[in-house]
């Protein structure tokens, strides 16, 4: 199984194709509202064109923003599959220079402007998750705590409080679902448990 990988930062890249001039901005999403979002804030409404496309898991959408059909969204689309990315987006901007491109020279410059911006931007592997709720009385918080905070990419929530302790959620990467699972009991007794939500 391939490892996906996303976007650490936003990254902008900018090239004159035949006098027009192509902007490519693009960012990691987790989500779809986020890629519309991001979409809105960088449509830039003076431009001719402003192409688009994401992708997020399984799901993906793409924008030709008045080009010829199959001639913007596809070819952004296509540089960040081609890149073995996932939870990104990318907006290209075209302003017309006055010379037509052509179909194939409108692919080649948005796909190949989406591309050069995903190739210099900073990738971040994606680490597959599953979410879990921690339990634990007062005493046992910052064991546990500074123990599961150094698993490798274990991501913490902070905790509530109730009368009985502390209770918080954590997204515990796959592959050490069984270990975090073993781990809380045994640190604590059996005082402390970790349920998974899934």
């Not at 190739?119 to 005493?139: H, L, Q």
């Not at 918080?141 to 991501?155: E, G, I, K, S, Y």
Request: aromatic share 6%; proline share 5%.
């Amino acid at each position: 199984m391939s490892t996906h990988h996303t976007l650490a930062a936003t990254a902008t890249v900018r090239q004159e194709i035949k006098k027009s001039r192509f902007m490519a901005i693009a960012a990691p999403v987790n989500d779809e509202e986020a890629a519309k979002a991001f979409v809105a804030s960088h449509t830039d409404p003076a431009a001719n064109h402003n192409c688009w496309a994401w992708r997020i898991g399984q799901g993906y959408r793409f924008n030709d923003d008045g080009e010829p059909s199959g001639t913007a969204g596809k070819p952004i689309l296509q540089a960040i599959d081609g890149q073995g990315l996932d939870r990104v987006i990318v907006v290209v901007t075209r302003w017309f220079g006055g010379v037509l491109l052509g179909s194939g020279g409108l692919v080649r410059a948005y796909g190949g402007t989406a591309a050069l911006c995903l190739r210099s931007a900073d990738k971040i592997p994606i680490v597959d998750t599953v979410m879990a709720v921690v339990t634990c009385p007062f005493g046992d918080l910052a064991l546990l705590q500074a123990r599961l905070n150094a698993l490798p990419d274990m991501q913490m929530n902070r905790p509530t409080f109730n009368d009985s302790g502390a209770e918080w959620t954590v997204a515990v990467p796959r592959g050490q679902a069984d270990e975090a699972a073993r781990l809380v009991p045994n640190l604590t007794g059996g005082r402390a448990a970790l349920r998974f939500e899934e």
